[in-house]
């Protein structure tokens, strides 16, 4: 038989005692619900007010997001309060999977609205709202909550307002509340923080990739270093290609052996990334009798390009150290004529938007493209003659993907920072 936890794992220094259970009205005092939209509300002048749809709680984050449903400025009326601060948002309303979701807002939003498929929970004079928010965000406080829902049909579940409010959790004293609140708020907007800029960069590159490269029937990009000038020449790519390696449909059982526990990495359609190498997904690994089979002759090397073929298609990284690795499904690898093409150029020149456009049109398949060798083939490209503009550009998107990914590290780590404490900071 087990015992009910009623000290948390972890704790502030200072607190001590066990936490009391309570009906979470203790802490709400009300549940208010939007407001009904129906498709047939648009804007009618640029003075508009939106009524939010319900993806704007996610993972506990409240995000105010552009696709929202507007009214006129004289159907304001219809509107309930806006979205207040300090206040939970709740999905009594949604997917299975989404019902439940739930949000904490720390700021208030004046011309924003929440839909009737949402909550708004306002705080009672006792306790912190904070830390009821991250309570019920954590993973056993939304497990909870998707447990209220009920509902027959398989796509759609719902809460009720009396079922919420007598959901029982455990607290500490108001003091403590705040104290763990404010350290979740704050890990919240350091997340947030580090998203921004990781946005922020990743608009910068695509903005970069579509205006450093020459545009279709032009010759000179629109953005260029400025030491750098004359046309670029237009090439088949494979003029600039070596060889192309390819293990289509190789697999360890063709060669009469099998993956093993450890040894070399296997990297795949599903670990190449745009930009990267996902070593969390697919971990494939064989011994030295495999990868001899496998790679003889065909090494890779640190810095070659390798580009997916399918499923996805059109994923382009470069080989990250000097490990050895066998090149597996659906990843081809490019050995270049580096005469004529810089390998960091090619890696960034094969994610370009016009380049991605001209391989998708030229692919086969329905909504699982693929490119085969032959559609390489046909694939024209604009390149620098000069290989030190090749290299310039090369390194600043180098650059960049090397900012881009420490904040999407930072944001990984953060995120599980916050996870283990929402699991041992809770009761």
Sequence with gaps: MSVEKKVP????????????????????????????????????????????????????????????????????????????ENTIIISRMNTPALVGANAYVSRGYANYFLPDRLWAAKPTSIGDLKFIAYILGSDKGRLALSNLATGTSGSM????????????????????????????????????????????????????????????????????????????????????????????????????????????????????????????????????????????????????VLFTTEAPMGNVAQVPNTDKYILSQRTIAFITKSEIIAEDFLAVLLRSSKVFRELSALSSGGTAKGVSQKVLANLKVSIPTDLVEQTAIGNYFQKLDALINQHQQQIIKLNNIKQACLSKMFV
Aim: charged residues 30%; glycine residues 8%.
């Design 9 to 84: 794992e972890i704790r502030f220094k200072g607190f001590s005692g066990e936490w009391d259970k309570y009906p979470l009205a203790k802490f709400i005092s009300s549940l208010d619900a939007g407001v009904s939209v129906n498709s047939g509300d648009r804007p009618a002048n640029q003075n508009e007010f939106g009524v939010l749809k319900t993806s704007c709680v996610t993972n506990g984050f409240f995000e105010p997001n552009e696709n929202k449903v507007v009214f006129k400025t004289e159907e304001i009326s219809r509107l309930k309060e806006p979205v207040l």
């Design 157 to 304: 579940k719902n809460i009720s307002k009396p079922a919420v409010l007598q959901l029982e959790l455990r607290a500490p004293k108001e003091t403590e509340q705040t104290q763990i609140g404010s350290y979740f708020l704050k890990l919240d907007a350091l997340i947030n923080q580090h998203q921004q800029k990781h946005d922020k960069l990743s608009n910068i590159k695509k903005a970069m990739l579509e205006k450093m490269f020459p545009k279709q029937g032009e010759t000179i990009p629109e953005i260029r270093f400025k030491w750098f000038s004359g046309k670029w020449d237009e090439i088949n790519l494979l003029d600039s290609i070596e060889r192309i390696i390819d293990f289509r449909g190789r697999t360890p059982k063709k060669l009469g052996l099998d993956w093993s526990p450890a040894g070399y990495r296997a990297l795949s359609a599903l670990n190449v990334k745009q930009g990267y190498i996902d070593f969390s997904i697919d971990p494939h690994f064989g011994d030295q009798e495999l990868y001899d089979k496998w790679m003889s002759g065909s090494e890779l090397h640190q810095g070659q």
